[in-house]
């Protein structure tokens, strides 16, 4: 990496607001989590019958996983309009207007009709409220992942945005609490109580969010007049190799959940190899795991570089792929929580915790918002559509389908790993390490936290 790359990481040793920012950015991220992530285990669970009843049990759960595919195909385009808005007017902003627009979106959900209330009517409204939710998603991440990195010190990247990715098995473990609660309402209440609950946790983050202060780097930009004005197209056009490779490394994690957790919440349902209270408590088990998890593996690739985790942790999901169904058709509860935590904590965790530093590296300051957002969210339209796919292989080829699905997943992040440089290797670091040196000893860190170059000025 040269010093041009380095100078728009920010303060070295971080801004005093590094850690609010990063668990302001958090709690955003779990809230938007426990929404969408919600509506994915009331998909397997309630909105086939709810919604497309009338059915078979396997067409409504197709109709059930259609609906949750439109919500992550949604998410490029507010993916788009989010990484705009974050070049062009602020990483801020954005975090504010996509919290609010979601937790309207899921409140809704709550109180909507079903198809037994208002017919045809239910379904095409839910469509609805679930693209506006994609729209929100998409535009979300970009923004507080930015604003963690972009506050972090140099060296700890992989660790402050580590927190921001850990949101998202909060947001998991309260969904899943929540739902796990509701289970014995019984009715409509099951599924209804936690989007309506929703609420209180956007308030809270909304009070927490207009707190924390715009990133440095953004300011930087702006102060400079180097503030794109079309990023998008600008990134497209400069960094679409970047933009495919990331895609690439996003599905590995973000397809690859979508098999190993979000369909088989259904499989274990509809195989009856475990009743829903079972599966729940499992998802709650490794979803808390995954906080930490997620925060760990982050941390390690501050350590040891970006690209070894993820090739590593993509060649163990190839190879994990069979066994994991293996496991869960003995119908054994310990070895069905087991596999999903382990599903959870590694297979997933470790490539989140590794793309909060690595997709911010792979583009400029001026288009980074942009370029991370089409990455990150372009992926979404594979996965969202994945439970849908992943059903259709189970009927053709039975539980091999699946597994083998999600072993290409894992192959096409693992190929993508290969193929995509590394943003923080033992160049890099030392790079730091004396820039860091050389401040202390001229106490530039104190005197000046954050200048435009400063890589040029302290090596």
């Not at 440095?216 to 007049?225: I, L, N, T, Y």
């Not at 957790?261 to 274990?268: A, D």
């Not at 559509?385 to 072993?407: E, N, Q, R, S």
């Not at 993508?416 to 790079?431: K, V, Y």
Request: with cysteine; hydrophobic share 50%.
């Amino acid at each position: 990496m040269t010093t041009a790359a380095l100078q728009m990481r920010g303060p070295i040793e971080g801004t005093p607001d590094a850690k609010r920012v990063a668990v302001g950015s958090s709690v955003g991220a779990v809230i938007e989590t426990y929404d969408f992530i919600g509506f994915g285990t009331a998909a397997a669970l309630y909105f086939g019958t709810a919604f497309f009843p009338g059915q078979s049990s396997v067409a409504g759960t197709l109709a059930a996983f259609a609906t949750l595919g439109v919500g992550f195909a949604a998410r490029p385009i507010g993916g788009i309009i989010g990484g705009h808005l974050g070049d062009r007017v602020g990483r801020k902003p954005v975090l504010v207007a996509s919290l609010i627009v979601m937790g309207l979106a899921t409140f809704v959900i709550g109180l909507l009709p079903t198809y037994a209330q208002v017919g045809v009517i239910a379904p095409i409204l839910l469509v609805i409220v679930r693209i506006v939710q994609g729209l929100a998603f998409g535009a979300e991440w970009g923004g507080a992942i930015l604003m963690s990195y972009e506050h972090a010190p140099w060296r700890s990247k992989g660790r402050y945005t580590g927190i921001v990715q850990a949101g998202f098995p909060v947001g998991l473990l309260l969904a899943n609490l929540v739902f796990l609660g509701s289970v014995h309402l019984g009715g409509d209440w099951a599924w209804r109580v936690p989007f309506l609950a929703s609420i209180v946790l956007v308030a809270v983050g909304l009070i927490i969010r207009a707190k924390v202060p715009e990133s440095p780097v953004f300011d930087e930009v702006k102060e400079s007049g180097r503030v794109e004005k079309s990023p998008v197209m600008e990134s497209i056009k400069h960094d679409w190799r970047d933009i495919l490779r990331g895609i690439g490394l996003r599905i590995a994690e973000t397809a690859g959940y979508a098999v190993s957790i979000t369909y088989m919440i259904s499989y274990l349902h509809s195989e009856e190899l475990a009743t829903k209270s079972e599966t729940l408590t499992a998802l709650c088990i490794a979803s808390a795991i995954g906080v930490a998890a997620t925060v760990g593996w982050a941390t390690l690739t501050d350590k040891v570089g970006r690209r070894p985790v993820y090739i590593g942790v993509c060649a163990f999901a190839v190879l994990f792929a069979i066994p994991m169904f293996l496991l869960v058709n003995t119908g054994m509860i310990l070895f069905i929580a087991a596999t999903i935590i382990l599903s959870y904590a590694v297979c997933q965790n470790a490539l989140a915790g590794a793309q909060g530093a690595w997709f911010p590296e792979l583009f400029d300051a001026a288009r980074r918002a942009s370029g991370a957002s089409l990455a990150y969210q372009i992926s979404a339209m594979v996965s969202g559509f994945t439970p849908f796919i992943t059903t259709l292989l189970f009927i053709w080829l039975g539980w091999v389908g699946p597994a083998l699905l999600f072993a290409a997943y894992a192959a096409i992040g693992l190929v993508a790993a290969l193929l995509t440089r590394e943003t923080w290797g033992p160049a890099e670091r030392r790079m730091v390490a004396d820039a860091q040196r050389d401040a202390a000893e001229h106490d530039l860190v104190a005197e000046r936290p954050f200048v435009s170059n400063p890589t040029k000025e302290l090596l």
